[in-house]
């Protein structure tokens, strides 16, 4: 008898969920299951012949990937005795908790969950308010890839990147160091994680299994891009290169108090040495720079990426919630967590409130007109 492939859910099938999915139902030896949010969403996919389209913009003649997912359910249809092996939560970082609350029942110690969003936080919430009792295997993956949404089911994969996975230290979060002796025994012994590396799909996203030292250094440089261009671009309601000339003291202003923040939080990162050769060298001081990332910033946000709009700025035009929370955010429920007082993150403080402000402004525009005389 043929042995049954294993099943991986996803929740959150938008842009990164179906990106994710579609790579997986194609090129690993995998059944996806896409969890929509009601029958309602469900019935939208069918209504799509369960079909998802995602179209390579940086290919040449842009091709277009069309994946069927028959697995696809809903809260409504799933059967009590229901078991998740392996989940992949792709939803926005505050919609995490709600989209999780039905599929608690399913979940149990050995399940493997990883997070694939932006900014930090999600784990947190995972480890202390949510699986308190009992801990499942936590991953989080770090995805630099470009995915947006054209209608329907359909997306555009405007930029190639990579997607950085580690395993999450949730038995000792305050741990941060794990072997490469670990990262090959879960290459072996952990389903989700040999899917992961399983060589085709690996190679269609670029996947890096990477101790999470290293993961946290990538996804710490990332929250650092973010916290200057996504919160900044929506306040003031600009393209990425607009600020290329000017935005230099703000950015300054919020990585260096974002640093000084993330020095106390991850001090054992900060202090990392490999204490043998199996732990892999790192430049921690190096990458997180004040200067460094100060050129990082202005040269990936503002140059190489010149002519984007951030994903925040388009929530804040489109009226959506926005990721403020887990993003500068992030850096003051930090500053609360360690006591250290809102004098050390007032420039996120402000910038964290700016945002919320613009998106209500926009609201109120979008409701009552815009009231600014017009000369
Ligand atoms: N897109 C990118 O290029 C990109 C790049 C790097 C990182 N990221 C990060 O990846 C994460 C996901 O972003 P995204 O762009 O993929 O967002 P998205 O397109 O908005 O997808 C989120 C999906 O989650 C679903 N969802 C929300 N609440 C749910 C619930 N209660 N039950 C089931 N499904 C639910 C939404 O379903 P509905 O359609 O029903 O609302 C939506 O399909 C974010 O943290 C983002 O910052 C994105």
Request: charged share 20%; aromatic share 6%.
């Amino acid at each position: 008898m043929a042995a049954t492939q294993p099943r991986v859910c996803i929740l959150g099938f938008g842009s990164i969920g179906v990106l994710l999915a579609s790579h997986l139902q194609q090129n690993a030896q995998v059944t996806v299951i896409p969890l929509l949010r009601s029958e309602k969403r469900l019935e939208d996919l069918i209504a799509h012949r369960k079909t998802a389209n995602v179209k390579s913009l940086f290919l040449d003649q842009q091709p277009i990937r069309e994946t069927i997912f028959d697995a696809a359910t809903c809260p409504e249809l799933i059967p009590n005795d229901w078991k998740i092996d392996n989940l992949i939560i792709t939803t926005k970082t505050y919609q995490t908790k709600d989209a999780l609350k039905p599929y608690m029942k399913y979940l149990h110690p050995r399940t493997n969950i990883m997070l694939v969003q932006n900014g930090l936080g999600v784990f947190e919430v995972l480890n202390e308010e949510i699986f308190v009792e009992w801990k499942p295997n936590l991953f989080q993956g770090v995805i630099s890839h470009g995915i947006f949404n054209t209608g329907g089911f359909s997306f555009s994969h405007a930029g190639f990147g990579n997607l950085k996975v580690a395993r999450l230290p949730s038995q000792d979060p305050g741990s941060i160091v794990q072997s490469n002796q670990l990262i090959s025994s879960d290459r072996s012994g952990n389903e989700l994680i040999r899917i992961m590396n399983d060589s085709n799909f690996a190679a269609g996203l670029d996947v890096q299994h990477l101790t999470y030292q290293e993961m946290l250094l990538g996804q710490l440089e990332k929250l650092i891009v973010n916290c200057c261009m996504n919160s900044v671009t929506s306040i003031v309601d600009c393209i990425n290169g607009e600020l290329r000339d000017i935005g230099a003291p703000i950015f300054d202003a919020i990585i260096s108090e974002s640093l000084t923040v993330l020095q106390t939080a991850y001090k054992p990162l900060f202090d990392y040495k490999p204490s043998s050769r199996d732990f892999p060298s790192l430049d921690v001081l190096g990458v997180l720079d004040r200067k460094r990332l100060l050129a990082f910033v202005l040269n990936i946000g503002c140059v190489v990426n010149g002519s984007n709009s951030t994903s925040m700025r388009q929530d804040v035009v489109n009226l959506r919630d926005t990721e403020i929370e887990y993003i500068n955010g992030y850096i003051v429920r930090l500053c609360d967590k360690l006591a250290l007082g809102r004098e050390s993150c007032k420039t996120n403080e402000t910038i964290e409130t700016l945002v919320k402000l613009r998106l209500g402004l926009n609201r109120y525009r979008d409701e009552h007109g815009d009231k600014r005389v017009k000369h």
